[in-house]
């Protein structure tokens, strides 16, 4: 089993420039976030959602937009990238209220 | 709503000492509580949960925490750590929902280096 995987594993931005950062899970799970990390900061809900069909904003959703594409698909967009997006983003996925939550390797993002 | 509070960002210790990361949180509605380590550059994975039940948690790599209702804390243990215990940890909490799903709030993180 791959787990969660993300792809790209970095990416060098201009501010202005849009991207789309992939995700996908092969433990069938119901549920998918995705989470910014900061030096200092812990990790910070963006989007998530809770099935199919279902998104909903976390902590800090200004400048992300998502999409479920399907059970096994997340993918955040950054419309506009600014440099305060530079970051470290995870992805993961749980099956339910109580499960534990799976974490991608991550996506190393630079805006320049 | 929900918080976590990590007492220290940076713990040195050396190798085969005892070591405790503490955590507090707030919430005003039972919790289920977790711990997450993070190697370098690495994603995070899971040592232990307290969902309910024994208050004491055991995890993996030796690890355990104590959940304490009335100090509202979840603090981690090691009795004897290893140099590959260096990593960042993290607390988080996740407060019930109805609709099917979770969201952590997650601490700061505690860097814990271990030397020789």
């Known amino acids: 089993n791959a787990g969660v995987t993300q792809t790209p594993k970095f990416q060098v931005l201009k501010t202005g420039q849009s991207m789309t950062l992939q995700c996908a899970q092969d433990?069938?799970?119901?549920?998918m976030y995705w989470y910014r990390q900061d030096p200092g900061m812990g990790l910070r809900l963006i989007y998530y959602s809770a099935s199919e069909g279902t998104t909903d904003k976390g902590e800090v959703p200004n400048g992300y937009n998502v999409s479920r594409l399907n059970k096994r698909e997340f993918s955040l967009r950054l419309e506009s990238a600014a440099p305060s997006q530079t970051s470290v983003y995870f992805c993961?996925?749980?099956?339910?209220?109580?499960?534990?939550?799976?974490f991608g390797p991550g996506t190393r993002l630079t805006v320049l | 709503a929900q918080s976590v509070t990590q007492l220290d960002s940076q713990v040195p210790v050396f190798e085969e000492a005892p070591v405790e990361l503490r955590c507090n949180y707030s919430s005003s509605v039972s919790v289920y509580l977790f711990w997450y380590v993070q190697y370098p550059n690495q994603g995070l994975q899971l040592l232990l949960k307290y969902l309910s039940g024994s208050t004491l948690v055991k995890g993996i790599n030796g690890f355990e925490a104590e959940f304490n209702k009335s100090q509202t804390s979840f603090h981690l243990r090691k009795p004897s750590v290893h140099i590959s215990d260096t990593a960042e940890y993290f607390c988080?909490?996740?407060?019930?929902?109805?609709?099917?799903?979770?969201?952590?709030?997650f601490g700061k993180g505690t860097m814990l280096l271990v030397s020789p």
């Open positions: 433990m069938n799970h119901n549920s």
């Open positions: 988080a909490v996740s407060e019930g929902k109805n609709s099917g799903y979770s969201t952590l709030t």
């Open positions: 993961a996925s749980s099956e339910g209220l109580t499960d534990t939550q799976y």
